[in-house]
């Protein structure tokens, strides 16, 4: 019995030492083709072992890309990142060309599920509901909400900056963070719940506690992540925010949804809540949990990257503060001929403050490259260099801003140059040099199908709180330097540092 009973145990063992054997070869084959398909194109080299070209990568890729970017200028090539695989970089003169591909060749929100790791933070980066509800209902709103949107701007920076009386350091990170929460929450959930507490919380910290939660995972041993990424504190901490926002949207979905029903006088509010609610069974996203995450989604994009953007161009006015007093004319005058209000109108006048916009973000970008996509499916590009599927591209935006060929003098800051631009007449100088304007050489919002649908919110956004502040606030370094903060620097991602006070004092008007 014990010789039968062991050599059912040798059986047993040969069948699962077999099924590891094939498991591997199913898993480690096709990488190891794919990273020799990788190996066909040509690589930027930097010296090193895996570990400290890592370490390179981590603090040195705005030269690298550079680098990179004048050496094959236009070839595909490739570099080691902190991802295994090495990312494949491709000029922007190929954009128009792959633009056209569809998602089952070239998919931004593959790229996307791997960049946050969707399979631990539960990002859903795939659902079509949320683009198509800013694109065909909120940014055709604008016009009509912009008087709404201003009065909350207004409320919220009032709420959120000190008296500043005298010079006073602030921490203008996270006062713009907590006014850009409440600006976007009146649209998004309307005004009884854009200054909820819970709200608020879940808001922001859902925002803080993914990246914080996406950085911890990219560090790990990939063969290790399945085991220790559900562990982490901040995974724990995004299931809290996912649970407090519905408790909190519960409620208020359930008494829409009567009200539609049962009162003939009842009127639609006008916010982001209500447009998922009327569009959420055609894209069968209509529980009350998927529109809590459809949410809590919307918010992610809208307070992280409007509160970086808005922070770099204050940033950069402090340190350039012979710029404030053209600004601070500008949207004087514009506001003055719309009635005191930042209509619309009023905010398409300020050119000005349009143009200081887009030179900062030209010249401080919140990451070195765009357009990041996953090869679904390989396919050829017109010069015959092969991609293949499972590879990861982008393009290296910060490089494109740097050529003189796209920018003249591109190492000049000049708040100034779109405006410019756009006084030399013409429909075509004046499209391309607006802020919200993507092409070939400004990808701050992507480019093609994917390219950030709600950029134009975004963009009204930002000029309101800086317009606000400019009129009625001087500001300058607190640390009495005269020399720009500068931004930090993670890989191939960029940000003003949030830890760096700036100092304000109200405006003295006669």
Wanted: net charge positive.
């Amino acid at each position: 019995m014990e010789t039968q009973h062991l050599v059912g145990v040798g059986h047993t063992l040969q069948t699962l030492a077999f099924a590891a054997i094939i498991f591997a070869g199913l898993w480690i084959l096709p990488r190891l083709n794919l990273e020799a398909q990788i190996r066909r194109l040509p690589a930027y080299i930097y010296e090193g072992d895996k570990q400290s070209k890592r370490s390179t990568y981590e603090t040195s890729a705005k030269k690298l890309y550079a680098d990179g970017y004048q050496k094959f200028k236009d070839r595909v090539w490739r570099i080691s990142g902190t991802e295994k695989l090495d990312t494949i970089v491709i000029p922007a003169k190929f954009l128009p060309e792959v633009r056209t591909l569809p998602d089952s060749v070239l998919s931004f929100p593959k790229a996307i599920e791997e960049f946050l790791f969707s399979k631990y933070t539960k990002v859903d980066t795939d659902e079509p509901i949320s683009a198509h509800v800013v694109k065909a209902d909120l940014t055709p709103a604008l016009a009509r909400l912009n008087p709404i949107i201003d009065a909350e701007v207004k409320q919220a920076m009032e709420e959120e900056m000190p008296p500043c009386e005298d010079w006073t350091p602030v921490y203008i990170y996270m006062k713009i963070v907590n006014a850009v929460a409440k600006v976007s929450g009146r649209i998004f959930v309307g005004p009884d719940l854009c200054r909820n507490k819970d709200y608020l919380d879940a808001a922001i910290n859902y925002t803080l506690d993914l990246f914080s939660a996406q950085r911890k995972i990219q560090k790990m041993n990939p063969w290790l992540r399945p085991f220790l990424a559900p562990r982490l504190p901040e995974i724990k901490k995004l299931d809290q925010h996912r649970l407090k926002a519905r408790a909190i949207l519960e409620p208020v979905v359930r008494a829409r949804r009567a009200a539609e029903k049962t009162d003939p006088d009842y009127k639609k509010p006008e916010d982001m809540l209500q447009w998922l609610m009327n569009r959420s069974s055609d894209h069968d996203r209509d529980t009350v949990e998927q529109i809590a995450m459809l949410q809590l989604s919307l918010t992610f994009a809208a307070i992280h990257t409007t509160s970086l953007t808005a922070t770099n161009i204050f940033f950069t006015l402090a340190a350039d503060t012979a710029s404030i007093a053209p600004l601070r004319e500008e949207i004087r005058r514009v506001t003055a001929e719309n009635g005191g209000i930042m209509t619309y109108r009023a905010l398409q006048q300020m050119e000005k403050l349009d143009s200081y916009m887009k030179e900062v973000m030209r010249f401080y970008p919140l990451g070195l490259t765009s357009f990041t996509r996953k090869v679904v499916r390989g396919f050829t590009l017109s010069n015959g260099q092969y991609l293949p599927a499972g590879a990861n591209i982008e393009i290296p935006s910060h490089a494109i801003y740097n050529d003189s060929n796209n920018y003249e003098n591109p190492d000049t800051f000049d708040g100034f140059r779109s405006y410019k631009l756009r006084q030399q007449g013409g429909a075509t100088n004046h499209a391309r040099n607006q802020f919200v304007t993507t092409n070939e050489q400004n990808l701050l919002f992507g480019y093609g199908r994917h390219a950030c649908p709600g950029r134009f919110f975004a963009a009204n956004e930002i000029k309101m709180i800086l317009a606000r502040t400019v009129l009625e606030y001087d500001f300058r370094n607190a640390d009495g330097s005269q020399t720009r903060y500068a931004n930090v620097y993670q890989g191939r991602t960029a940000s003003p540092d949030a830890a760096k006070q700036l100092e304000f004092r109200k405006v003295v008007t006669a």
